[in-house]
């Protein structure tokens, strides 16, 4: 199987890869995230090729992940705002956060914090069950088909 077919599988981690799967768009996010919306500012903070970030802006912009908007008429310059789908990755940003955090600190500790505004405590992002609250463990955590894979078998 090719890279560009992986979205075409009936699995959710592959479809989401198609779009949002490589080292450089990660980074544009992460940028996004922290509020950067200027090309030039993308460029200089992932340190990535122009052409490379301006194929990752391209791609997150026809994926609806990010959206672009005229903020200067003469010359025409424009930013890029993530739109709810792409703020729907938000918890798994603050996931690669944490692993970073806890498995690649070097020693050196966090390289930034998160904040919550509402409590103004640090934290760290926790997935925990959406119907009970528990915190989830993968060991505590079964799967089954979804109705997309019956249909697909049935």
């Not at 919306?37 to 026809?62: C, I, M, P, Q, Y």
């Not at 603050?94 to 919550?116: C, Q, S, T």
């Not at 979804?146 to 078998?153: C, H, I, K, T």
Request: glycine content about 8%.
């Amino acid at each position: 199987m090719k890279w560009e077919e992986i979205g075409g599988q009936t699995c959710s981690i592959a479809r989401a890869l198609s779009e949002v799967g490589d080292r450089w768009t990660l980074l544009v996010l992460r940028e996004a995230f922290l509020r950067t919306s200027r090309f030039g500012d993308f460029v200089e903070r992932t340190g990535a090729a122009r052409n490379l970030v301006a194929d990752r802006l391209h791609k997150l912009v026809a994926a609806d992940v990010l959206e672009r908007r005229v903020y200067q008429e003469k010359p025409e310059r424009f930013e890029y705002r993530l739109t709810q789908k792409g703020r729907d990755l938000y918890p798994l940003m603050m996931a690669l956060v944490h692993w970073g955090d806890r498995w690649h600190d070097d020693g050196r500790g966090k390289p930034i914090e998160h904040v919550h505004r509402t409590c103004g405590h640090v934290m760290h992002a926790e997935p925990t069950c959406s119907e009970c609250g528990e915190r989830l463990d993968p060991r505590q955590v079964d799967v089954r088909p979804g109705p997309a894979l019956l249909a697909e078998e049935g």
